[in-house]
């Protein structure tokens, strides 16, 4: 009797060792699979930045010259907008003058398709 229960006893702890072993591969397996995870995340956020940085390259190359010629564009219409109120500043008081004398100095005379009693 005594070896059986000896037997069950070395069954038993056999078992046991057979279980820790099973879960320390389980918590190996996990931290591979976590760290596999990691570097996968790694690898893939490298690639997205090195993509980002072609396409900024790129669009940097396609809109560099109508960066510049937008700039340009806004230049050549801030020049106009002050000859325009350079223009308007010295002319006004000449025209404003011209537009009252249109206005005040009327010379009534009868329209020439105007008949007088039927001549």
Not at 39 to 49: D, F, K, M, V
């Amino acid at each position: 009797m005594a070896s059986q229960s000896q037997g069950i006893q070395q069954l038993l702890q056999a078992e046991k060792r057979a279980a820790e072993k099973v879960s320390e591969a389980r918590k190996r397996k996990t931290r591979r699979l976590k760290q596999a995870k990691e570097e996968a995340q790694a690898e893939i956020e490298q690639y997205r930045l090195h993509r980002e940085q072609q396409f900024k390259a790129k669009e940097a190359a396609a809109l560099g010259s109508h960066g510049s010629s937008a700039s340009e564009v806004d230049k050549e219409t801030q020049e106009r907008i002050q000859k325009i109120q350079e223009s308007y500043q010295r002319n006004k008081e000449e025209i404003l003058n011209q537009l009252l004398s249109l206005v005040y100095d009327i010379q009534p005379e009868i329209h020439k398709n105007y008949r007088m009693n039927g001549l």
